[in-house]
């Protein structure tokens, strides 16, 4: 039994890691998408109508931001919300050309 706990306590550890992962990642494509819109976190919270503190708190991770307040955030930098949930096109693009380099470096 206690073999099987360890095992459910490892499986349960990898999820909320993975978790942890797409969650930092979504949030650091928010401020991504802030900054290149040239928003301050004050500019940002008054035209998504939030504060300036549950901006700062959100993209630091602080706090976990529910769908209805990240609708508002993208709303707000005129972004729809998928762009928040991938990778810029360059990242993409790097990503693929990495892949095509190891293809014809091995064929």
Do not use: H, W
Not at 45 to 70: D, M, R
């Amino acid at each position: 039994m206690l073999f099987v706990n360890e095992i459910l306590f490892i499986l349960i550890s990898m999820i909320e890691e993975e978790f942890q992962e797409q969650v930092n990642f979504v949030l650091g494509r928010l401020k991504e998408e802030r900054q290149k819109a040239n928003m301050s976190q004050i500019e940002l919270s008054f035209a998504a109508g939030l504060s300036q503190n549950q901006v700062n708190c959100i993209e630091g991770g602080k706090n976990i931001p529910n769908l209805y307040t990240i609708i508002k955030l993208c709303n707000a930098l005129k972004i729809r919300p998928e762009i928040l949930f991938s990778a810029p096109k360059d990242e993409k693009e790097a990503a693929k050309n990495e892949i095509i380099a190891l293809v014809k470096k091995y064929i």
